[in-house]
């Protein structure tokens, strides 16, 4: 599932249950509890700072997990600088939108070239000098930037006034004509990794991941860093930038790009949170894992690598790939098969989220209104917030089944002591009663599972007909349900019920309601302006014929 934010996992019976939200479906507004999927075996790959949030929830939710979790968080040693108005041109700014104008010269991809460094005697004083490109949407205010931080807390390494006022012709010639000319086009960009101390702890704050790692920055490898860029700059006959939050000010901050730990293997449970495939282990001590719980990313990692750490994460994880599927009596085929690549425009859409809340009952298996009032007598609410997007909106009216999709959570506890999710979910809007051609009927049909594996099937109705007396609000928020005790309407009946859509609900829902696949506003206002006239239509037809 893409676009999801996964919250935290649990076992139940026997299998894996991921709990996740879905990213733009406004499900917030409605307060719905988390979807989830279930599964037999779960890898967790979200990097040190997702997978540890993840396990951290988790283990918040009751997973038994070795209380180093958050420990031996490392920035890899990551640190940055600049040489800045150098004696050969750099090329080091990406052109972004400039990328086929032939009067600049073309930039290379980030890293092309290194300073090995890490062969010392001693491991933790080694490093990796990198070079860097800036990236093309931040070239308009390099110059600004660059110049004046050159003037604050920049180290001009080769002094002397013809070469003082050669750097400000060139500082010039970048504000003339921009970045790609001048200072900042001979400014080099230095990515460096080395060894900190590995000894940062992550945590959750107020429920969001919290890294405390204090002095970090001070520690005395970043100052030779430091010393080492300076000398580097001094080669290219540039003036010194260092990283502006590496400072006393700032309480020298670092930045990085390479996050590791945090779920760090280990021999056993007291000395890290996996053993050496990534299998989370169970409890406090030994070597008893979670079976089929997997970490596998650099969040295993359980120390600095002073270089980059994309090989490393990608060989681990690659041997427990191969560990895994073979106790599975499994091999991989590396074999791959050709793939030629396909692009499909997505279609315009439309998309709302609704709540319905009511009652309902499994001991009435024929009558819905009987079926709501003894949920209400016995406290058997059932209600649902379920996101339901058309099919293409150029398709959508000419469709007989005029059909959406849904996804969502149930909350029936009748069903289950926690939310239930849905899949296969199908919406149908105005089609014809199958009993009575001139009414029309908005159909849902999907099936439930419990966090457990259950499996029921959901199939609700509202009538959308013209009765005595204006009933347009009745006929289009009321939602008669039964629900079968198996996994397709071919299982026995198990209850009926009602539900219904209150006013303070059906405000929020018009909140909700959004195009999809679109690129301009007036695209969006042309997808929801077709739902809208086709919605209007059918109402009309129905409830006002007589009067035209």
Not at 219 to 245: C, D, E, W
Not at 285 to 299: I, Q
Not at 411 to 439: C, M, Q, R, Y
Not at 481 to 497: E, H, I
Request: one cysteine or more.
């Amino acid at each position: 599932f893409c676009n999801v934010d996964v919250k935290y996992l649990e076992r139940a019976a026997n299998k894996w249950v991921v709990y996740f939200d879905v990213f733009n479906t406004d499900r917030d507004k409605f307060k719905a509890p988390p979807m989830f999927v279930r599964a037999a075996n779960v890898i967790v790959s979200g990097g040190a700072l997702g997978s540890t949030e993840i396990l951290l929830h988790s283990k918040e939710k009751g997973l038994n997990v070795s209380g180093k979790l958050g420990a031996c968080f490392t920035g890899n040693g990551d640190a940055l600088g600049f040489a800045y108005n150098c004696r050969e041109e750099i090329n080091g700014i990406g052109l972004g939108k400039h990328f086929s104008d032939t009067k600049y010269k073309p930039v290379g991809p980030c890293i092309t070239s290194i300073i090995d460094l890490r062969h010392q005697p001693k491991l933790e004083d080694g490093m990796t000098f990198e070079e860097g490109s800036i990236p093309g949407p931040l070239a308009s205010i390099i110059n600004v930037c660059m110049s004046s931080l050159a003037g604050t807390i920049g180290v001009d390494t080769d002094g002397g006034f013809s070469n003082w006022l050669k750097e400000c012709r060139e500082e010039a010639e970048s504000f003339i004509h921009g970045p790609y000319y001048g200072a900042t086009n001979r400014m080099q960009t230095y990515l460096v990794m080395t060894h900190d101390d590995g000894q940062g702890t992550m945590n959750l704050k107020n429920g969001r991941l919290n890294i405390d790692w204090p002095q970090v920055g001070k520690q005395p490898i970043f100052k030779k860093v430091s010393n080492a860029m300076k000398q580097a700059t001094a080669a290219l006959g540039g003036t010194y930038i260092r990283n502006v939050t590496w400072g006393k000010m700032l309480n020298y901050e670092l930045i990085t790009v390479h996050p590791l730990g945090g779920c760090c293997m280990a021999d056993d449970a007291s000395k890290g949170v996996t053993d050496h495939t990534g299998n989370v282990y169970f409890g406090n001590s030994g070597t008893t894992t979670h079976p089929g719980l997997y970490v596998l990313d650099g969040s295993i990692i359980p120390r600095p690598l002073g270089t980059n750490p994309l090989f490393t994460i990608s060989a681990l994880t690659e041997r427990a790939c191969k560990i895994i599927l073979q106790g599975m009596n499994k091999t991989i085929n590396y074999n791959f098969p050709t793939v030629t690549a396909s692009f499909t425009k997505p279609i315009p859409a439309v998309q709302f989220t609704e709540t319905m809340r009511g009652f309902f009952s499994k001991d009435e298996k024929d009558d819905f209104e009987k079926g709501y009032d003894l949920g209400q007598q016995h406290c058997s609410p059932i209600m649902f917030t379920l996101t339901i997007q058309t099919e293409g909106t150029d398709t959508f009216a000419i469709d007989p089944e005029h059909k959406g999709f849904m996804a969502g959570t149930v909350i029936a506890p009748a069903l289950s002591d926690k939310p239930l999710t849905i899949n296969n979910g199908l919406f149908n809007l105005f089609v014809k009663d199958e009993d009575n051609p001139d009414h029309r009927k908005m159909k849902y049909n999907m099936q439930l599972n419990t966090y457990d594996g259950r499996q029921y099937y959901f199939y609700g109705y509202k009538k959308v007909e013209d009765d005595k007396g204006f009933d347009l609000w009745k006929d289009t928020t009321v939602l008669y349900v039964t629900v079968y005790d198996g996994k397709d309407n071919a299982a026995p009946v198990l209850g009926k019920g009602i539900l219904k859509i209150v006013p303070m609900d059906f405000a929020t829902q018009m909140t909700t309601m959004k195009a999809l696949n679109t690129t301009s506003l007036m695209d969006s206002i042309k997808a929801l302006t077709a739902f809208s006239s086709f919605f209007s239509k059918n109402i009309l037809e129905t409830y006002f014929s007589k009067i035209f």
